[in-house]
């Protein structure tokens, strides 16, 4: 699988951005999709994720200022974040948990973009 995330950049705090991930490859079925993040010298966090059937969860420092939505036809994931903050600077990485033809099986595993950066400055 193969995931290209766009829509990362400089944006100054109040602004709003558009992070936006399309997955590719022998795929069978995506079960969610999700936004993660990573901050310098701290570990990977869950920004945002939504399930086959729509259900998105956030994490508590998005809630009210994040939307996450996914097309399941063409296999794409965005993540709309408003009233951004400076603490929201991060390389943010799109991750898919997704079901896939192998040679004479499928396997179930998660997949993980190259990661956009996002700097909000203040």
């Known amino acids: 699988v193969q995931l290209q995330a766009s829509g990362g950049g400089l944006v100054q705090a109040g602004g709003s951005l558009r992070l936006s991930c399309a997955a590719s490859?022998?795929?069978?079925?995506?079960?969610?999709m999700g936004w993660y993040r990573q901050a310098p010298g701290k570990q990977r966090e869950l920004v945002a994720v939504i399930t086959s059937g729509g259900t998105a969860n956030y994490a508590d420092s998005v809630k009210g200022r994040c939307t996450i939505s996914r097309d399941n036809a063409k296999n794409m994931v965005a993540l709309q974040i408003a009233s951004l903050k400076p603490e929201d600077t991060a390389v943010y990485y799109c991750n898919v948990r997704a079901t896939v033809l192998r040679r004479s099986y499928y396997e179930t595993g998660d997949y993980w973009g190259q990661g956009t950066q996002v700097t909000v400055s203040s």
């Open positions: 490859g022998s795929i069978i079925s995506i079960n969610s």
